[in-house]
């Protein structure tokens, strides 16, 4: 201040000096905190549906700890496992500029945690807030394994919204009474889907409509009159979800941490990976209201259809009371799924500009397909893949992204193809005469020239079955421009392209039998995987990673690997 006040001249001035110094300190932009979180990973006995079992968590917690940061914040997650499985943890929807040695999946981005190791995932949260959340990133660990990402906006940013009375998270998962990575191995052998769980849960807590689920049920008490901020997030395993509240209206305010257009619904669809916020004005008879979830799927597939309940209790109304189910949408729904996804539009105001590529560098188009493979060990001799334009990946032993930056040879290949090998009616009659996939000795991975604008239209196929299929795409958000039903018309399609205020996401579903345009900026140097969020078919090879290459300059080159790196 002294400083400041020598500027100031004679003492005359004092007055006018401090009040200038003040206003300077107001309005200084806050320094940005360090956040340090310690996640340990231990098996915790937990009991379910009248089924204990030990069961992978993190702090002996499940669902496991919120993360809580403010945009601009530095994060630093120390993980030190102590349980029996190889580990790493992924921050879903953090996009890791720079830095993808903090994005964490398995022989991706690094070699997972070794039991008795520790590795600390240290990070920025830039530009983003919001709903986001964490997960196991190997084999089908992230069952148990996840937890809430909250991100406030930057300090003295409001909501473009109404202010809510309080706040909270919702996280929808899935519960198998048998261990699952023991179900997953047998499914493995057998070359057969494991079984499907045996309920959903609200917060860990499938509700009182199962057995022995009594005292296993989560409930948000709240107060007439007031507005809350709901922050959903599907954290299940292989189910697209419907979400309800009896009695009351929704307004989507937000998915995977992007502020949307207001709107108002009854009903919600959330994939796998992907996040809602929704606003909820306790505005009805105090009464207490069954929250409820259960699974949307639109082709003959086996699923758990089972309904998982949490409870919306006004205030002063005793437990007796028996709550009421809202009326979700049948479970086979597609006009609603479609038409409810037509609704989400980016805001697009000034200070949340939908900055959408409108010049395209590269095209790729992607075909879904699933398949089967030989397999003399199988029990009928062949074994369920999943494929990219016809190309099952195949899990490297030495992360990528390892051996991209020390240029290590004979990890991958960066030859895959940007469209099918062969054109063909793809959502036609079902095509079952050849259902081979190509599988090589090594990953074959698309390389994208940096800061280069790409559009990728996925395209589902009738090869084996038709099936909704949620895309996540590590260390990026991207705009969905266009979706439809049926074949992908370059012309037709492309045309009807919204590049105003398309949503932006990180996780995206493909409509069964159709197609999904997406666009983003590759302008996040590093190697980032790309897969379906249904764990069965990333399991089966329905993946793929994209090399961004370095910008010019080190400030748009992957940063240096942190010294406590995990080894394979």
């Excluded at 919120?66 to 994060?75: N, W």
Aim: with cysteine; aromatic share 12%.
């Amino acid at each position: 201040m002294a400083g400041l006040c020598s500027l100031c001249g004679t003492s005359r001035h004092v007055y006018k000096c401090l009040v200038f110094v003040f206003l300077a300190i107001q309005f200084l932009p806050s320094e940005a905190a360090v956040k340090k979180y310690q996640f340990d990973i231990q098996v915790k006995n937990v009991s379910r549906l009248c089924h204990a079992k030990p069961i992978v968590t993190v702090n002996g917690m499940y669902p496991g700890p919120t993360i809580y940061a403010r945009e601009g914040d530095r994060v630093m997650v120390k993980v030190t496992n102590h349980a029996q499985y190889k580990m790493s943890i992924h921050w879903h929807g953090l996009k890791q500029y720079r830095n993808g040695w903090a994005d964490g999946p398995a022989y991706i981005t690094q070699c997972p945690i070794q039991t008795g190791n520790s590795y600390t995932y240290d990070f920025n949260v830039t530009g983003q807030r919001g709903t986001l959340w964490w997960h196991a990133h190997i084999s089908w660990l992230r069952a148990t394994v996840y937890g809430a990402i909250v991100i406030m906006p930057i300090e003295g940013t409001p909501y473009p919204f109404p202010q809510p009375h309080m706040e909270a998270n919702l996280i929808l998962g899935e519960w198998w009474n048998a261990d699952v990575e023991t179900l997953l191995k047998q499914g493995d052998q057998k070359g057969l889907p494991p079984n499907i769980s045996d309920a959903h849960t609200i917060n860990g807590k499938p509700g009182p409509l199962f057995t022995c689920s009594e005292k296993n049920t989560y409930a948000l008490e709240v107060e007439q009159g007031k507005t809350y901020l709901l922050r959903i997030i599907n954290a299940a395993l292989n189910d697209e979800l419907f979400f309800g509240i009896a009695g009351h209206s929704m307004t989507v305010v937000e998915i995977d941490a992007v502020y949307v257009k207001p709107f108002t619904t009854k009903s919600i669809l959330i994939a796998p990976g992907q996040t809602t916020n929704v606003l909820v004005r306790a505005n009805q008879t105090p009464n207490r209201y069954f929250m409820a979830t259960r699974t949307f799927m639109d082709v003959p597939i086996p699923v758990d259809n089972k309904t998982a309940t949490a409870i919306f209790q006004y205030k002063g109304v005793p437990n007796t009371i028996i709550p009421s189910l809202p009326q979700l949408p049948s479970p086979n729904d597609t006009s609603f799924a479609l038409s409810y996804n037509r609704k989400l539009r980016s805001l697009n105001t000034p200070q949340f500009p939908a900055k959408v590529p409108l010049k395209v560098d590269r095209k790729l188009f992607f075909t879904i397909g699933l398949g089967v493979n030989p397999c003399p060990t199988c029990v009928n001799g062949t074994r369920f893949t999943a494929s990219l334009n016809n190309i099952t990946f195949v899990m490297p032993k030495t992360a990528l992204l390892q051996a991209h930056y020390f240029n290590m040879s004979g990890v991958f290949r960066t030859d895959f193809p940007d469209k099918p090998p062969t054109s063909f009616n793809y959502t036609g009659a079902p095509l079952t005469a050849n259902l081979r996939t190509v599988q090589s000795t090594m990953p074959r991975i698309s390389k994208i020239a940096f800061n280069s604008t790409v559009e990728l239209v996925l395209q589902d196929t009738n090869l084996l079955s038709v099936e909704s299929h949620p895309f996540h795409l590590h260390g990026y958000n991207f705009f969905v421009v266009g979706t439809g039903v049926g074949n992908f018309d370059p012309i037709k399609d492309a045309a009807k392209f919204n590049l105003v205020d398309p949503p932006e996401r990180n996780t995206v579903g493909v409509p069964t039998g159709g197609w999904t345009a997406i666009r983003f900026r590759a302008d996040n140097p590093g190697v980032w995987f790309m897969h379906c969020h249904l764990e069965l078919h990333t399991g089966w090879g329905l993946k793929i990673a994209f090399m961004v290459e370095d910008g010019p300059g080190p400030e748009y080159s992957v940063l240096p690997p942190p010294k406590d790196l995990p080894h394979c």
